[in-house]
């Protein structure tokens, strides 16, 4: 690489924390993997959701699809009431590359889509969260994966060298999005690989 890499950033869901709502509505539908997966792909869906890390009140969103769907309403409303339970654990072994990273002298920064509602409960259950140098989320900015604007808003006020910084997302549109605007940009795919993309990249990992 041309220019050295002087910081690391990690998308949260599904690289750091394993968030899934899956975790809750396999329990609210007794295990009918089914019936989940259609209510999960046609009524509370991933385009839905990201209204919510867009910025849009979970409030107004969850009355207005229990609107739409009144026979599912008590559904739809879990995904605001029960919304803690999504979370799954950390993602340990890019929790160790984190630090791997930070303790070589690397910024580390976290950029994700992500509500403003449910962020705060989010970073106290994850401590290390704390340990990184800054963290963007898409509800506070009202900005989301993959437009290009929330790239350059978290350069911008990170004051970083997109040519001097690794960002690391486990979706191939986000993956493409940060490599138009010039950051070097890697899917995760999982920690033993993510591992090895970086001392790819010249980060002095462990193996």
């Not at 580390?108 to 992500?114: G, I, K, P, Q, R």
């Amino acid at each position: 690489m041309a220019t050295p890499v002087t910081a690391v950033t990690f998308d949260l869901g599904g690289v750091l924390i394993d968030w899934n709502p899956r975790h809750l509505y396999r329990r609210l539908f007794d295990g009918d993997e089914e019936a989940m997966e259609r209510f999960l792909g046609e009524v509370c869906t991933l385009e839905w959701n990201a209204t919510m890390d867009a910025g849009r009140p979970f409030a107004e969103a969850v009355a207005e699809l229990a609107a739409a769907h009144p026979d599912q309403a008590e559904l739809i409303r879990a995904y605001h009431r029960r919304w803690p339970e999504m979370l799954g654990p950390a993602i340990d072994g890019t929790v160790a590359i984190v630090r791997e990273v930070k303790a070589a002298g690397y910024r580390t920064y976290a950029l994700s889509n992500w509500s403003a509602e449910t962020f705060g409960m989010t970073r106290e259950r994850f401590g290390f969260l704390d340990e990184l140098d800054g963290i963007l989320i898409s509800g506070e900015v009202r900005l989301a994966k993959p437009d290009p604007a929330i790239f350059r808003e978290f350069l911008r006020r990170f004051d970083l060298d997109p040519a001097a910084t690794v960002y690391i997302d486990d979706w191939d549109r986000n993956v493409a999005s940060a490599a138009s605007v010039g950051l070097n940009a890697v899917q995760f795919r999982d920690p033993d690989r993510l591992r090895a993309d970086l001392r790819a990249m010249g980060l002095p990992l462990a193996e």
